[in-house]
Every structure is written in C-alpha cells, then in structure tokens.
C-alpha cells in the first residue's frame, strides 16, 4: 500500500519519464550572465558521523578518541588524504577524486544552530532553515525559489517554477509554496536492515514471541534471494531484508542518477533534492569494513552517478551532502556512536572554487568537546548555504536573512566557495 | 471521577479499533461508560446509506449484467461466424485476390516509398471494473468507514465478530456486504436467536452453503428431479454457528435438520425481475412430515419448522457456551480466563442470548481489563488501528488491498468458519506487517506532516512502553518512527 494517502496539493508525482519538461526555469540573473547554476541538496537523514567520513588524522587527540575506530592514514585500508589534516573515508573514492580535481569541498566542525538531539526535530531545523524546529511547512530551498527575480519566461511558462524532489517523501527543504515536482523511483527504498534490527530489538525487550518470528524470517531471508527479479509476483515471501546493502547502493545509485538526469535537463528544474537514510549508527558503526563504510561507499557510487549523469551540466553544478547533527566524539558501548552536535557537510560539483577543507578546527580534547562529548561547531551550517545561495544561484543577502534563513543576520555568508 | 487514560486507551485497543487522535482523552473519565454508551447510541451499528443495494437488488444487477454481456459474447461470435464464411466464400469465387495485396505491397517498396508502418496492435484495455465489483467496493467503503469513524468501534467490533462467525463468501455472492448490513447489524445488540434466524436465513448464507439448490428427497420436486439433499448449512449450523463442534449432536440430527430446513431458498433471478434473489419458503423443495433434532419432534409447519428448530438451538445450553468462549476468546486473549467465559455464559442463559446484556456483562467483566495485552490483532484490525492513529482515510480499494495481502481479504475467508482468531494463524505474517507498516510510513508526503511523539500519543499514550517510546523517539526518521510505532507489540496486541 505504497501510497494510501493521496493528498497532492503542491506535488505533482511523475511516474513515467516522458513529457517532462514542458516548462522551464533558470534564475534571472544567473541566466544574464550565461549561467545556468544547478543545485541538489541530499539529505543525510539519521546524523552522518562527521569524523568517520572525513577523520582530523593530524590531530594529536585523534586516534586516542577513537581507538580502533579511528581512521588512520597507515594499515589495511588507509584513509585517503585530504591536505595535511584530514583523511576522507577509504569507502569513498570519487569524492576523494573530485576533490583532488579542486570539484569538491568538504566543511567540518558545521552544525545547525539546533543543540537538543532528537532527530525529527534536527531534521526540522536542518531543512526549515528556522532556528527552532516546530510546525514548519516550508523547506529553505523552496522559499528560495519563490525569492528569486521572476524573469517573464518563467512567468509565462504553463508549469511554473518548481522544485524538484526525488522519493517517495518529498524532503521539508523543498516544500513550501513553490510547486515540488517529484519523481518516485519504481523501486522504492526496503524495509531497512535498521528499522528490522529497531524492531528485533524493541521485540526482544518487550515481546519474545515476536522476536523469535521475526528472527525466524531474519533467518529465512538470509536463505532466498532478495532481488525483485528472482521473486516471482505472488510468491510473496518474507520481505524482511537483512544484508541488503546492493538494495541500499541501487536505490542511492537509481535516486540520485534520477535526479541528477532530471536536473541536467535543458528545460528541466535547476533544484531539486533528495533524502538518503540510514545514517544513526548507534551500533556496530563499522567505520572502515562495516554498515558505515557500506553506506559510505553506497553514497559515493551515488555521487558519482550524479556527476556522469549531469554530463556538460556538471560545470555549472553544486551538490550539498547535509545532515542533521553529528555524533559524540567517543565511541559508545555498543561499539557505535551516539547523537552528537558538529559534523561534515559535502559539497561537490564542478562550479565549485574546491579541493580544499574549509574548518575552524576545534580540538579533541574533553575541554574542547560541546558538553565534554560532542564535536564543537565552530562553524554554522546557515553560513556555508548562505554563500552557496548567494554565489551560485545569485540571492541578495537581504533575503538569505529575512526569508530564507529568517533571525541570521549575524551569520554572515561564507563566501567564495563557488568559482 | 478521576481520570482513566491507561484505562481508556486499554478500552480503545481492546473492545474498539484503536485510538483516534483526541479519543483516549475524551473518554478518560469513563472508559467504561463510553463502551456502554456505545451500546446504546440510537441505530448503534447501523448503516444507513441510501446508494447501497439491497442485497436482492445486488443480485438482480449481477444477474442481468452477466446476462447482458453474455448476449453480447454470443452476438460477436455469430459476426465472426459470419464473417469467416463470407470470406471464404469470396475466396473460393476469386482465387487471385489473395496475391493482390502482396503485389501492391512490393510495387511501393520498389518505388521507394515508405512502406507504412505495422500498425501497432492496441494495448489490451484493463479490464473495467464490474459493477459487481464495484458494488463490493461500496459496501466495502460503508464497513471500513464504519469502524475508522467510530469514537470507539466498540459496536463495530462486534459487526466484525459477528459477520465473521457467520460468515459468507463474497466470491459466491455479491451480496456478502448487503448480507452484514441486512442479517448482521440489525440484531448484534439485540437476542442471539433473531440473529441466528436472521443469518441463516438469508439468501447470502442459502446460497454460499448450498441450501437454496438442497430438496427433501420425499419433496415433490425432490422425487421430479430425482435430486435430493443437501447437509452443508444444516451440519455448519451446529458446528459453527450454534451449538459447536463435538456438542453432542449426530449425523442423524444433521440429516434430519437438512430436512426441516429443505425449501429455504431464493426466488430465480432469471425468471423473478421483481423479487430474484430474495428469500422464498418453496413448499415443492421442502421435505414433508415431522423431524426429530437433538431428542425433540418438530411437526412439518413449513418455513415454521425450520425457524422453530432454530430457535430451540440458538437457545441451547451448548451455544451458550460455544458463543461464551469465542466472545471472550476475541476481546481478551486466546486463553481467556475461565471464570469470564463462565460469566459469559451464565449471562446468556439468563437473559436469553441478548447480546446487548453480552456485550455490557463483557465490559463490565473485571478479567476484561486485565493490563497484559496478550490478544493478536487480526491483520484487519489492525490496519483499522493504524488508519485511526495514522489518520488515513479510508480508500476501501487501497485497504482491501492492504488486508488482502496480510492474509484477510474481506469477506472471503477460506472457509465457513470464518477467518481464524488465535495468534498461531496470524504471527508468521508479522513480517508483512512490517512491509505495510513501512509502505503506510512512506506514503507521499505523508510522514513529514507527522510528528511521532503526537502519534505516540495519539495511538499508544499510556500504554506505550518505555521501550517503545524510546524507540519511537529514537528514531532514525520520522518514517522510521512510524513504522516502529504501528509494529510495537502494544499496537499489535490488545
């Protein structure tokens, strides 16, 4: 029952892909001076670990923190350098590629200004571009669209300016009163092996008949196979989906290409965004060889199919990669990580001034963790989005303040992150 | 009176379909009293819309629409018929017509033109839905909005109960969602005897257990046609709708009783535009002279015999029972305790099978409210309970479809039994709950306008666990909350 609520105001869902793109939309002033600036923001939901994604392998502190969680620059599978201080994921090569091609960027110790530690309400704040989450109903990215000089091709266009949105949820960052145009892969994302394990394990704690069920269909599913094709329609057996990650990397990979296609498009939407989940590690992280570097490794194919996707488009690109918070500098008795407070953001694109780290490094030791545990941002989130906005898609300061990050007055744009 | 919330949202999961939002709030006061006002709201359990079929105008439409496209079909085929002789008459009378075409078609090409493209064979057209099967999805409509509308679905609940314990197959009539609003809710709160007359007697029920074609072997048309009996609505009265299996009776009670109720059938549908499909005593089907069921001789009264030995077993100790054990079996758990099953019983023999009396003794029973939730939910229940909490409407195509593939399809269980009620026939399919309870959570722009802890609320209050509001809270995603809320075992269980 993939869809049982059909409320569709402001969204139009594109279930096939002919006729598309009977209208258009380029910002103004982007458009005068030849450009025509792509821009897709990928949502991390569930708090991405900014330190197992890009490790400050030249502080003193580093592998003191995490033990044998810590990346390392030496061993099986070493880091990838980034500069002299950080090391990129071993798991993601094409970022560490685009970034030696000065295409990417990566911004560390970067928060929200959102400090509580409840993932909907990190999400609101990330995706509201509000200081404080609450019954917001309009993403940043959306209002940005509304906020741009309307120039009379759009205006006289049938279909109007739209965002773009790809999945079955269309992300807060991309609603609001500009029209979401959303595309829903045929595949949709599975049952997680997280959501499954969350079950299994509220079940083993409150209903043993439960979790033995479900541990019996774990197990059997283990046993058949878990691709589409190989299960004939009708045959419907146990879905639950443990060690599914090629399920996981083909829905990154078919989301983010989609998107990427759709955005490349001459006539086609200029932003769009989509959510990837599955980031909370709160067990068994797997920085180097398990779920986390799966994830990451699940992503970085993703990205690179945006990058082949978007084809002469990439020049003109930016792609941010955010998440709600980060998580607690240790590790935790789970050998995971908890909710945390700074993190990494990504951005990736051939528009983008990159091949650089962009941090105010705040130090590993207890004193100069937030609340003795989490990585202090010294950087706000709003700044690093307000430079993008006014660099690549042209958004006078003005309105970055007052409508679109509404009360950041004080946090000035960072500016000079796109060539 | 203080405030009752546990007791409330025990009362929603337990005797209704669930909290709605607001719902274990309004009631806290009085869980108890909000029941039994249930109970006694005006046409409790009635539905009254005027667009739905009466179940015998339901079967004069089946009737003459299959009668009309068989027309149809038989037509068609005469045309091919037709057709075919005619050109194989032509080509019989002008051999050299056949290569004509070929030779045109080879002329263009040589001239270089550009030979016209096949033309594509049209796409099969999905087949229109029937207006049988869109009848089914109106009643379906009418029962699913029944119990997600509700306050509590107290009243619902014993619909449910009831139409399954007497349950018919929609696949051998169209009139499975006539025959609960016509047999069914007219007497769940009302005596047990005018329920079992009622049901039995409908032509829903004639027809699925065979009796609208059984006849006395000593009736007229029986001796005519050379045909006779036909057990099947006698035995499953005594098995499962009355008395219960092993109870005592005997193939002989059983052959006997088929007897009595010989001539209880339907007026013809292709001879009766007016009255097809309804009821009739057909005296020329009916077995004459007197019957003896369980020890007791029952003069030949015509349609008076049958109703008079049904009577006497809807009263009998036994279904006192029977009926006792499968009440409390639903609400509480599938081992109830005795001492409520005994109530139950006692209650019925008393008050002579009212199952409005029933139904307050249940509420009032204090082995009722025992905290555990132990009770499976049915999958059908359950998806009610996550429509109400999820605040989904309530599309009967979509939900049919949800408890179709749990396992439950509406009105088609797989046998005269009705749908099983015990957690062993329902656990296995936790794991396709787990794939709805995710596909509900990934509806378009569904889960961003929820908040979780709301639902949590909203759906569990005080009877979700610590660890599930941890889990709830904890969550990766809103999504993901969701789902982790409709699978926690106190939303499954009641």
């Given at each position: 029952m993939p869809a049982m609520l059909h409320e569709s105001t402001r969204r139009e869902l594109l279930l096939g892909s002919g006729a598309l793109f009977a209208w258009a939309f380029a910002p103004r002033i982007a458009r005068a001076e030849g450009r025509d600036p792509r821009f897709l923001t990928i949502v991390l939901r569930g708090a991405l670990d900014g330190l197992a994604a890009v490790a400050p392998v030249g502080d003193p502190d580093w592998v003191k923190l995490r033990g044998d969680n810590a990346l390392k620059l030496d061993g099986a599978t070493p880091a990838l350098l980034l500069g002299d201080f950080f090391a990129l994921n071993p798991a993601m090569p094409n970022v560490h590629r685009l970034y030696q091609a000065g295409q990417a960027i990566i911004v560390h110790a970067v928060a929200t200004p959102y400090r509580e530690r409840s993932h909907f309400d990190g999400q609101d704040v990330l995706e509201s571009g509000l200081a404080w989450p609450g019954r917001v109903d309009t993403g940043w990215l959306n209002r940005t669209l509304t906020k741009l000089e309307p120039d009379d091709r759009v205006r006289t266009s049938a279909n109007g300016r739209r965002t773009f949105a790809v999945g079955p949820i269309t992300p807060l960052v991309v609603r609001g009163p500009a029209p979401v145009l959303s595309w829903v892969p045929p595949r949709l994302p599975p049952v997680s092996d997280d959501t499954t394990m969350r079950l299994l394990d509220l079940y083993r704690h409150t209903d043993p008949t439960l979790a033995r069920v479900l541990e019996d269909r774990i197990g059997l599913a283990a046993l058949v196979p878990s691709t589409p094709s190989d299960r004939k329609s009708g045959e419907t057996g146990p879905v639950v989906q443990i060690g599914n990650i090629n399920q996981v990397r083909a829905y990154f990979a078919e989301a983010a290409g989609a998107a990427a296609k759709f955005l490349a498009n001459p006539d086609g939407p200029r932003v769009g965004a989509l959510a990837l989940d599955g980031w909370d590690t709160h067990i068994n992280e797997g920085v180097v060889n398990g779920r986390l570097s799966q994830l990451l490794g699940a992503l970085d194919a993703a990205l690179g199919a945006i990058e082949t996707n978007m084809g002469a488009a990439w020049s003109e690109t930016v792609v941010t990669l955010i998440t709600e918070f980060g998580r607690t500098a240790r590790i935790n008795g789970n050998e995971g990580t908890d909710h945390g407070t700074a993190t990494v953001a990504l951005l990736l694109g051939g528009a983008l001034k990159g091949g650089r780290v962009v941090a105010d490094w705040p130090g590993l030791k207890e004193s100069d963790l937030y609340e003795k545990r989490d990585l202090k941002?010294?950087?706000?989130?709003r700044a690093v989005l307000k430079g993008l906005l006014k660099d690549h898609l042209h958004v006078e300061d003005r309105v970055l303040a007052a409508d679109i990050f509404p009360g950041s007055e004080d946090v000035k744009p960072i500016e000079g992150l796109v060539a | 009176m203080a405030l009752d919330p546990r007791g409330a949202a025990l009362a929603l999961h337990r005797f209704g379909f669930g909290p709605r939002a607001g719902t274990i709030a309004a009631i806290a006061s009085d869980p108890r009293g909000a029941l039994i006002a249930e109970l006694d709201a005006p046409n409790a359990g009635q539905i009254s819309d005027a667009g739905l079929l009466s179940s015998g105008a339901a079967n004069r439409m089946a009737f003459e629409f299959n009668a009309e496209r068989l027309a149809k079909q038989r037509l068609e085929k005469k045309r091919e018929e037709v057709a075919k002789q005619e050109a194989a008459r032509l080509a019989a009378e002008n051999?050299?017509?056949?290569n004509s075409d070929t030779e045109k078609n080879a002329a263009m090409e040589n001239g270089g033109m550009e030979k016209p493209a096949e033309p594509k064979p049209p796409a099969p057209a999905p087949e229109p839905e029937t207006p049988m099967l869109q009848n089914f999805f109106r009643e379906a409509q009418a029962h699913y909005r029944a119990a997600i509308t509700a306050e509590i679905g107290f009243v619902e609940r014993l619909v449910w109960f009831w139409s399954n314990h007497f349950c018919v197959n929609a696949v051998s009539t169209v009139m499975a969602g006539a025959y609960e609003r016509e047999a069914i809710r007219p007497h769940v709160l009302g005596k047990f005897a005018d329920l079992v007359l009622a049901a039995d007697g409908h032509p829903a029920m004639l027809i699925y257990l065979d009796n609208a074609s059984s006849m006395g072997p000593n009736s007229v048309a029986g001796i005519n046609r050379d045909r006779g009996l036909n057990e099947n609505l006698g035995r499953e009265i005594l098995e499962l709708h009355t008395l219960g299996v092993r109870a005592g009776y005997t193939q002989d009670d059983v052959t006997s009783f088929a007897k009595v109720i010989t001539g209880w059938t339907i007026y013809a549908t292709n001879t009766n535009p007016d009255r097809g499909g309804e009821f009739l005593f057909h005296p020329r089907l009916h077995e004459p002279g007197p019957q003896t069921v369980l020890g007791k001789a029952y003069r030949d009264t015509g349609v008076e015999q049958g109703r008079a030995v049904l009577v006497d077993l809807a009263r009998h100790p036994a279904t006192a029972l029977h009926v006792a054990t499968k009440l409390a079996r639903h609400f509480v758990a599938d081992e109830p305790p005795p001492e409520l099953i005994e109530m139950l019983r006692k209650t019925f023999v008393e008050t002579d099978g009212d199952l409005w009396q029933i139904s307050k003794a249940l509420v009032a029973a204090p082995e009722a409210w025992v905290p555990e939730q132990k009770k499976l939910k049915r999958p059908s229940e359950w998806i009610m309970s996550c429509a109400r909490a999820a605040g989904f409407g309530d599309d009967a195509r979509r939900i049919a479809a949800a408890t179709t593939r749990l396992g439950e399809p509406l009105w088609r269980p797989p046998a005269p039994k009705g749908f099983p009620d015990d957690e062993g026939a329902w656990i296995d399919g936790i794991a396709h709950r787990l794939d709805t309870a995710n596909a509900i959570a990934q509806s378009p722009n569904y889960a961003d306008r929820i908040d979780p802890k709301e639902m949590l609320e909203t759906g569990?209050?005080?009877?979700?666990?610590a660890e599930t509001r941890n889990a709830v809270t904890r969550a990766e995603t809103k999504q993901q909350a969701i789902a982790l809320l409709l699978m926690a075992p106190e939303f499954q269980r009641r």
């Open positions: 941002a010294t950087i706000d989130l | 051999p050299a017509m056949q569990l209050g005080p009877l979700a666990s």
